[in-house]
């Protein structure tokens, strides 16, 4: 068994140098399982999106069918820029928040809220709805948390 002292002795001279010479018939190849793999990815990253907008699809098409059925009033927002826009002022933010950046902070106005929080607000004013009156509020002839 060795102490850490003695793994560590060293460790930090060891250099490796590796030159491949590739000639030019196997350059080619390579350059074409490259093209082929690259074409791989694409289809997959294509396949993927299409499932997905299938799926958002299906699920949008659902959703106004039950709207409908129980008489529920349903308003459709366009999604882009919703984690981007201010619902305080309107002004868009220059870049993406990061899923992992959970606040949401205007540079125009200062206004400081949780990300989701922004973005429903953002949502409901695109649907024509005032977002000041939906704080804890549910919709008429919604479950109760403990009923649902
Ligand atoms: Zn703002």
């Known amino acids: 068994m060795t102490t850490p002292e003695k793994r560590g002795e ?18 080619t190849g390579l350059m074409a399982e490259w ?7 694409n289809e997959c990253v294509a396949r993927s999106r299409k499932a997905a907008d299938a799926a958002i ?10 709207a409908r059925k129980h008489a529920r009033d349903i308003r459709l927002v366009h999604p882009a820029h919703t ?11 220059k870049h993406r928040i990061p899923l992992s950046g959970r ?17 429903a607000r953002v949502m409901l004013i ?5 977002p000041a009156g939906a704080e804890g509020a549910r919709p008429p002839g919604a479950l109760l948390p403990e009923a649902a």
């Open 10 to 27: 060293g460790a930090g001279r060891a250099r490796y140098t590796c030159r491949l010479r590739v000639s030019s018939t196997a350059r």
């Open 35 to 41: 093209a082929r793999c690259r074409w791989v990815w």
């Open 57 to 66: 699809g299906a699920t949008k098409t659902a959703l106004i069918e039950r």
């Open 83 to 93: 984690t981007m826009d201010c619902a305080h002022c309107g002004a868009r933010a």
């Open 103 to 119: 606040t949401y902070t205007c540079t125009a106005c200062g206004t400081v809220s949780p990300r989701d929080k922004n973005s």
């Open 126 to 130: 695109r649907a024509g709805l005032n």
